[in-house]
């Protein structure tokens, strides 16, 4: 049983591009939060989602920022029009059902240039 | 006040001691906490779980929980140095069910 799958573990883009951030869940799983820590600090709740549905999204940024759960397929992150202060590590963790234990990936690094 | 404060540390303790780590939280319905532990450069790796008042033990490892303090804490027993590491401690939102995580304490086991 494959665990949390992030991709690319490591993405540097230029100021004004756009980053796409893929993250695909345990076997079984149907719930996905992202999260963004910067060097040093404590993870940072994004978006919480389950299929198709966007439970919490609190913790995202008004502009630029959206997250997706499609029936099919991984969640997406995606930034438009990234700003150098968009660089951190991005990690996303899956849990079976809400309220139980939550695996993580190995997060995707972005890097804007 | 934050949704859930930890001590940031760096907590320092000799090998084979015991190592206390302590978390708050303001989510006074809140039913699920999880401690992880995080080393420099990875992604966090879940260590405990607990639900319920009281003291769950894993191997080294024991969580306790006070819901009427809201207060959650992880005890480390016979510390090794391979335990130095950023350790988080999560809780999931009555509301919505985000999880959401303190700032982590740095703890550093000394040989």
């Known amino acids: 049983n494959a665990g949390v799958m992030q991709n690319p573990r490591h993405l540097v883009r230029r100021r004004g591009q756009e980053a796409r951030l893929r993250c695909s869940p345990m076997k079984g799983h149907s719930h996905v939060y992202w999260y963004r820590q910067l060097p040093e600090e404590g993870l940072k709740f994004m978006v919480y989602l389950q299929k198709e549905n966007i439970i919490d999204e609190s913790g995202m940024p008004k502009e630029r920022f959206s997250a997706e759960f499609p029936k099919e397929g991984p969640s997406i992150l995606r930034i438009q029009q990234v700003v150098r202060g968009d660089s951190a590590a991005y990690f996303c963790?899956?849990?079976?059902?809400?309220?139980?234990?939550?695996?993580f990936g190995q997060g995707t690094r972005l890097t804007v240039v | 006040q934050k949704e859930v404060e930890q001590n940031s540390g760096p907590l320092s303790v000799p090998e084979g001691a015991i190592a206390s780590l302590n978390c708050t939280y303001s989510?006074?319905?809140?039913?699920?906490f999880f401690w992880y532990r995080q080393y420099s450069g990875k992604s966090p790796e879940l260590i405990m779980s607990?639900?319920?008042?009281g003291d769950k033990e894993d191997g080294r490892f024991t969580a306790q929980l006070n819901k009427a303090s809201q207060y959650v804490s992880l005890l480390i027993r016979d510390s090794q140095p391979s335990d130095s590491a950023t350790y988080l401690c999560a809780v999931r939102s009555s509301n919505t069910g985000k999880l959401i995580f303190g700032q982590g304490t740095t703890l550093q086991v000394k040989p």
């Open positions: 989510d006074r319905v809140s039913q699920s």
């Open positions: 607990i639900y319920s008042n």
């Open positions: 963790a899956s849990s079976p059902l809400e309220g139980s234990e939550a695996f």
